[in-house]
């Protein structure tokens, strides 16, 4: 099964169902913050030796607070990888 993951208005959304993502789609993120970019890339990494290659997610999110006193004015980039076991 397919999972897709898109941005509509800040909002970041997954389909599980293998359908196309769209501003319907579950909501993963909260309404107090808005996502204002989201990239995901899948990486391979092949030992030759071993003959076997480790495939990871790449995850690049950009998130502000949506707090609307210049106070609660917050916004940070994140980026991780996450090794998928085979």
């Not at 397919?2 to 909501?27: F, H, I, K, P, W």
């Not at 990494?45 to 071993?50: A, D, E, I, W």
Request: proline share 1%; charged share 20%.
């Amino acid at each position: 099964m397919s999972v897709s993951y898109c941005l509509t208005s800040g909002v970041l959304r997954r389909e599980a169902s293998g359908a196309a993502c769209t501003s319907s789609s579950d909501a993963i993120t909260d309404s107090t913050v808005t996502v204002t970019s989201a990239a995901f890339t899948r990486l391979e990494n092949t030992n030759m030796v071993l003959g076997k290659t480790i495939v990871s997610i790449k995850v690049d999110l950009t998130v502000s607070y949506a707090g609307t006193g210049p106070e609660e004015q917050y916004s940070e980039e994140k980026i991780t990888t996450v090794a998928l076991r085979n």
